[in-house]
């Protein structure tokens, strides 16, 4: 008797109609994913955009996207949001100090050396931060704790097995952060080039 009110709630789960969950469409999921690249591609016209071919893939910049890059020339680094693209260059809409009127700057293709890249690698990305936190913690715990001293008769000893796993740690952080935060020169006839494409 004590075991019939769960009996009856397991039943009621079991034949309770089954909620009709709501389904998405291709353009919401895109919409909700890149809300500017579902802009180019449901915009019913051709759209001009960004490619960057690397290794493994190709980078897209869509009109309102941010792009981050340097220039052959000088050593600053640009990022805005792109406001065209024409069929050898790009430009961004930016604001003059002296008459506070809004200005197209032109980039041309060809004078872009590098383009700085942020990609979200699970598991790496979120760990280049706790990786190298994790490795100093147990650094010093081992180290300095006083119960190793006192084991070891030493004061203050690093043992290899320390040095391991901190250094571990510390490359698992090195290696989320350079496949986070990548940097990729731009060459023009090379296998890493800046161009123009279309979408259909």
Known sequence: ?????????????????AQDTPTRTVEEI???RNPTQS???LAGESVRYLALDVPGGRVRFYPGDNIKFRLRTDHTRHRDAIQAVQDSSFTFLVENPVTLRAETLTFRLPDVDRVYVTRRVPF?????VLFPAAGLIYFIADVF???????????YTVTTG???????LFGLGFLGYKLTFQIHRTHPDGRK????????
């Open 39 to 41: 802009r180019a591609l």
């Open 1 to 17: 008797m004590k075991r019939l009110p769960l009996l009856t709630l397991c039943f009621l789960a079991l034949t309770a109609p």
């Open 162 to 168: 320390t040095a391991l796993v901190t250094g571990s």
């Open 30 to 32: 895109l919409q909700q």
């Open 193 to 200: 080039r800046l161009r123009v494409l279309r979408t259909y």
């Open 124 to 128: 790496l990305s979120e760990g280049m």
């Open 145 to 155: 704790h006083p119960g190793n001293q006192l084991r070891r008769g030493e004061p």
